[in-house]
């Protein structure tokens, strides 16, 4: 197995308080690129670091000597950019039953990005502009089908993997953006790869987290018993719920709970109780560390009955997906895309194995693994790369390399 196009980023030695920023401007691109950058010293053990996988070799194993370090650029940003507001927001109708929210941030002449949130159900936030420059992006967010401030909330009818690629399509169409950066993490990878290889022709680059590709087998890894070795404590919360008898298929369990239109068993808010364990069980296994802010999410009756609901809706059904492995089978509509991947080496909701398959499908994306990271986009490793695939893919883009 080749390791072309690999990189594990060792963690940094140094605290996570990183130093005041200095800035330089930049205007090699299209308009004027504001480049954050740590101190030389920071930036120098940072790049010193990135090595790809073939740090030792069979020859090196016993001194352990590292080989030369696979060098990024010095000038790159590789850390989150400051709260901004968006410049415009709005809502599209979609169908007749949906309307999603959108907002725009950034730079309103800037290369477009569309960020594509996770869940399914998940919803966007305000720290998802963070990844991308304002100077240079045109920074586009939205809510899926029922998630967010879309409407009408959790609903599940005409809630497909094709729906939402209809709506990315009548989005761009709506702002005028002729072609897309495209960044996606966990589900949002997964909606990435489905769109892309729909509509090729429409991404300029993408810039993939946290893969997850809805085969069989990371359902069940997830939400059937595997990951319950790592996070027992988590684990037993969700599978008491369900009574023993029906623990055959807890995916099958939940959506029988998530989906109930008996009155009495609303009236004892059994569905709500049902999206709290489900939304919990993802929320405490998301980080490498417990992350509080994280887990008090599931406390949220309303974001876990979208959350909860459409996760569901979409695990029962394959993601809609013709076979199991549709995504991989149609990775040639896209191995010409610029593509970085990020992916923490300790992601239990979303195992390195699914990351790894995609790799070998297409060894021409730049895939990138942040050894001391889990499933969040918000850890330290995995957050730094994320921003220094969007720094890379401006300067790619800005010169027509897509």
Same mark, same amino acid.
């Not at 590789?78 to 599209?92: A, H, S």
């Not at 990371?218 to 599978?239: L, V």
């Given at each position: 197995?080749?390791?072309?196009?690999?990189?594990?980023?060792?963690?940094?030695?140094?605290?996570?308080?990183?130093?005041?920023?200095?800035?330089?401007?930049?205007?090699?691109?299209?308009?004027?690129?504001?480049?954050?950058?740590?101190?030389?010293?920071?930036?120098?053990?940072?790049?010193?670091?990135?090595?790809?996988l073939e740090y030792y070799n069979s020859e090196?194993?016993?001194?352990?000597?590292?080989?030369?370090?696979?060098?990024?650029?010095?000038?790159?940003?590789?850390?989150?950019?400051?709260?901004?507001?968006?410049?415009?927001?709005?809502?599209?109708?979609v169908s007749d039953i949906h309307t999603i929210?959108?907002?725009?941030?950034?730079?309103?002449?800037?290369?477009?990005?569309?960020?594509?949130?996770?869940?399914?159900?998940?919803?966007?936030?305000?720290?998802?502009?963070?990844?991308?420059?304002?100077?240079?992006?045109?920074?586009?967010?939205?809510?899926?089908?029922?998630?967010?401030?879309?409407?009408?909330?959790?609903?599940?009818?005409?809630?497909?993997?094709?729906?939402?690629?209809?709506?990315?399509?009548?989005?761009?169409?709506?702002?005028?953006?002729?072609?897309?950066?495209?960044?996606?993490?966990?589900?949002?990878?997964?909606?990435?790869?489905?769109?892309?290889?729909?509509?090729?022709?429409?991404?300029?680059g993408m810039v993939l987290r946290g893969i997850?590709?809805?085969?069989?087998?990371?359902?069940?890894?997830?939400?059937?018993?595997?990951? *319950? +070795?790592?996070?027992?404590?988590?684990?037993? &919360?969700?599978? #008491? /719920?369900?009574?023993?008898?029906?623990? @055959?298929?807890?995916?099958?369990?939940?959506?029988?709970?998530?989906?109930?239109?008996?009155?009495?068993?609303?009236?004892?808010?059994?569905?709500?109780?049902?999206?709290?364990?489900?939304?919990?069980?993802?929320?405490?296994?998301?980080?490498?560390?417990?992350?509080?802010?994280?887990?008090?999410?599931?406390?949220?009756?309303?974001?876990?009955?979208?959350?909860?609901?459409?996760?569901?809706?979409?695990?029962?059904?394959?993601?809609?997906?013709?076979?199991?492995?549709?995504?991989?089978?149609?990775?040639?509509?896209?191995?010409?895309?610029?593509?970085?991947?990020?992916?923490?080496?300790?992601?239990?909701?979303?195992?390195?194995? *699914? +990351?790894?398959?995609?790799?070998?499908?297409? &060894?021409?994306? #730049? /895939?990138?693994?942040?050894?001391?990271? @889990?499933?969040?986009?918000?850890?330290?490793?995995?957050?730094?790369?994320?921003?220094?695939?969007?720094?890379?893919?401006?300067?790619?883009?800005?010169?027509?390399?897509?």
């Amino acid at each position: 197995m080749s390791s072309i196009g690999i990189t594990i980023i060792p963690p940094p030695k140094t605290s996570f308080l990183l130093p005041p920023f200095t800035h330089t401007w930049c205007t090699t691109t299209l308009f004027p690129i504001k480049i954050r950058r740590t101190s030389e010293k920071r930036n120098s053990i940072l790049l010193n670091q990135s090595r790809n996988l073939e740090y030792y070799n069979s020859e090196q194993q016993e001194n352990l000597e590292p080989m030369e370090p696979k060098i990024l650029s010095p000038a790159i940003n590789r850390n989150m950019y400051p709260d901004i507001e968006p410049y415009n927001t709005g809502f599209l109708k979609v169908s007749d039953i949906h309307t999603i929210y959108y907002e725009q941030s950034g730079n309103p002449d800037g290369l477009p990005v569309v960020f594509l949130h996770g869940g399914p159900g998940g919803g966007t936030s305000p720290t998802n502009r963070k990844f991308f420059d304002p100077v240079s992006y045109r920074i586009i967010l939205f809510d899926q089908r029922g998630a967010g401030k879309s409407t009408p909330h959790a609903c599940l009818e005409e809630n497909t993997t094709w729906d939402l690629i209809n709506d990315i399509e009548k989005l761009r169409e709506h702002l005028q953006v002729p072609e897309w950066l495209v960044f996606g993490g966990s589900w949002g990878s997964t909606l990435a790869l489905a769109y892309s290889e729909s509509h090729p022709e429409k991404v300029t680059g993408m810039v993939l987290r946290g893969i997850f590709l809805l085969r069989k087998k990371e359902i069940d890894w997830f939400y059937e018993g595997g990951a *319950s +070795a790592i996070f027992p404590d988590a684990w037993e &919360p969700f599978r #008491d /719920l369900i009574p023993e008898s029906e623990r @055959g298929c807890f995916v099958d369990a939940y959506h029988k709970r998530l989906n109930s239109n008996d009155k009495e068993t609303q009236e004892k808010s059994c569905t709500y109780a049902a999206a709290r364990a489900w939304t919990k069980w993802e929320m405490m296994t998301a980080h490498l560390l417990p992350n509080e802010v994280t887990v008090k999410r599931g406390d949220d009756d309303e974001f876990c009955l979208a959350f909860a609901r459409i996760e569901n809706h979409y695990f029962v059904n394959k993601g809609f997906f013709p076979s199991d492995s549709y995504l991989l089978d149609n990775i040639d509509k896209i191995k010409h895309i610029n593509t970085v991947i990020v992916q923490g080496r300790y992601d239990v909701c979303c195992p390195l194995m *699914s +990351a790894w398959d995609l790799h070998k499908a297409w &060894p021409e994306a #730049d /895939l990138r693994i942040v050894p001391d990271a @889990g499933h969040s986009a918000n850890e330290p490793g995995t957050s730094s790369e994320l921003v220094a695939a969007t720094e890379k893919m401006k300067r790619i883009i800005a010169e027509g390399g897509h």
